[in-house]
């Protein structure tokens, strides 16, 4: 994953490099039309062809589709250096073209294969490696392709060249260490049509709303970040008043800090998928870009300032640690909620959900270039944008916390069990990973149920006194676990009769239910 994203962040930059270099003394509309078509046609596979990777990635076996793919990129990584040579436009836009295509195969087997080789304590770590990887392969696939070009004399490409085949070789090289990887649907039947079947792939991942919306989610995020990422390069020219180096290590600021938050998630999230990480990064992400929206300063600190000029302006630091703050959050947003698709999917249709996913991401980044041109249409400055989506973070991650609750309700608990108390486990073995089971506990505290949530990994449906399944803000919590009500046969014999009747219904349904004997604190 790290090589191919580093060939296609390398390619996609010299492109950009030589284009400028190329046209922009003659026409500078026709150099930003041409840049802004390549731009479009690197997404334009998602569009067209995820649907049918995913119909692809779960009929066959996925090692095999990974190193037919990267065989592909060596092939493709051929073509862009004849075209780099030749220094034709048309034919380095198609080989562009065809890196998005493979891209678009990739990307559903990339999270599709991750459990069937990893347990679900160790989805979170693999998907913040995976994070890890794209993020710093986009910082430094990034330097690389703009960088080799303008160190080359007299426009020579040899450098980018001997770097676009060697990555792609490696990167087979690495697929042939990858484990078999069963077919999770071998029966299925590959239909071809783009327009229908992908309609129809976003239909069927939207009936199960717990994966549809953290595709939402995820997909804002892209949105977000594709927003940052196309400011900065004015930000540092124009706003901080930097040369190229600043962009850059703005760019760096934002790509270390996903990767960081993507590998502290393993930490946070105690070999679980810890989707009350979501509404952590949520909230991080909307403080520190509204932080970073004041720390805008409203003169530039200078004019071409190098790295250490900048680095000695005031309020210079500020900044790059909002920057990095926002990169961070972002880690701790959406790697537990690739986590959770992965989780949550049924397996055979996982690399289908995945391909949906891929999709309205595409869809949501176009939406972010529209976006933010009508809001320049309309006079609005950086600094304004990045409060505007701020602002916006806020409200999309209510929306879809109000839509699935339990993601708040994760985030509380998570909060209470990682501040208020020190919990040490022992016997998490006991507890089955699935199946109908129930747990039995001393009743110590009034915290223990939201104590238990956080330890045991999977869901639990707690049976309580309907006293304290009233309590104020608390209710919130345990409507949203389903917690079963239950009041004793002489206060309310209707309410008595339904607990026994849910609790029946929760083992038939293959649920984890936790009833404290006693009915009361345990002496």
């Not at 080799?148 to 004399?153: K, P």
């Not at 049509?193 to 995020?221: C, D, G, H, M, Y």
């Not at 506990?441 to 999977?458: P, Y």
Request: proline residues 4%; glycine residues 8%; charged residues 15%.
């Amino acid at each position: 994953q790290l090589l191919g994203a580093f060939n296609d962040n390398v390619y996609k930059n010299a492109l950009v490099a030589l284009i400028a270099f190329a046209v922009i003394k003659s026409s500078s509309m026709d150099d930003g039309l041409l840049i802004n078509i390549a731009a479009g046609l690197f997404i334009l596979p998602f569009f067209l062809f995820s649907a049918l990777c995913g119909q692809i990635a779960d009929k066959y076996e996925k090692s095999t589709l990974i190193r037919r793919i990267k065989l592909a990129e060596i092939g493709i990584m051929i073509f862009g250096v004849i075209a780099l040579y030749l220094h034709s436009v048309p034919l380095l836009i198609g080989v562009l073209f065809l890196m998005g295509t493979q891209s678009t195969f990739f990307g559903p087997i990339k999270y599709g294969i991750l459990p069937q080789h990893l347990s679900s304590s160790e989805l979170t770590g693999g998907n913040g490696l995976v994070e890890l990887g794209t993020f710093l392969a986009i910082l430094l696939g990034t330097i690389a392709g703009t960088q080799l070009i303008a160190i080359s004399e007299n426009g020579s490409v040899l450098p980018v060249s001997v770097v676009l085949l060697l990555v792609a070789v490696l990167g087979y090289i690495a697929s042939r260490a990858i484990p078999n990887s069963p077919a999770s649907d071998p029966n299925l039947t590959v239909k071809f049509n783009p327009f229908t079947e992908t309609a129809r792939l976003v239909r069927a991942t939207a009936k199960n709303k717990v994966i549809f919306q953290s595709i939402l989610a995820i997909s804002w995020f892209w949105f977000l970040g594709a927003t940052y990422l196309a400011q900065f390069p004015v930000f540092a020219r124009d706003i901080l008043g930097g040369n190229v180096d600043v962009f850059t290590v703005l760019l760096g600021s934002f790509s270390v800090g996903i990767a960081a938050g993507s590998l502290l998630c393993e930490r946070l999230s105690h070999g679980r998928v810890e989707i009350g990480l979501v509404p952590f990064g949520a909230i991080g992400i909307t403080l520190f870009g509204l932080d970073l929206y004041m720390a805008t300063p409203v003169t530039p600190l200078g004019v071409g300032l190098g790295i250490a000029a900048f680095a000695q302006a005031a309020g210079a630091w500020r900044v790059l640690l909002d920057i990095f703050l926002i990169g961070m959050f972002g880690g701790f947003y959406i790697v537990p909620l690739y986590s959770l698709i992965q989780l949550r999917s049924a397996p055979e249709k996982l690399s289908r959900a995945i391909a949906c996913n891929n999709v309205i991401n595409a869809l949501f980044m176009v939406l972010s270039a529209v976006v933010v041109l009508i809001l320049l249409g309309l006079g609005a400055t950086i600094a304004q944008i990045f409060l505007i989506m701020a602002v916006m973070n806020a409200a999309v991650a209510l929306y879809i916390f109000r839509q699935v609750p339990e993601f708040f309700m994760r985030f509380l608990i998570w909060l209470l069990v990682h501040t208020l108390y020190r919990v040490r486990k022992r016997g998490m073995e006991n507890i089955p990973d699935t199946g109908a089971a129930i747990v039995a506990a001393n009743h110590v505290s009034f915290v223990d149920a939201l104590i238990l949530a956080g330890c045991i990994k999977r869901p639990i449906r707690f049976v309580m006194y309907y006293k304290i399944y009233q309590i104020p803000v608390l209710n919130f919590i345990f409507r949203t676990a389903r917690a079963i009500p239950i009041a004793g046969q002489r206060e309310n014999k209707a309410m008595y009769d339904q607990a026994f009747l849910d609790m029946h219904q929760a083992l038939e349904d293959d649920d984890l239910l936790c009833i404290f004997p006693e009915g009361e604190i345990t002496r």
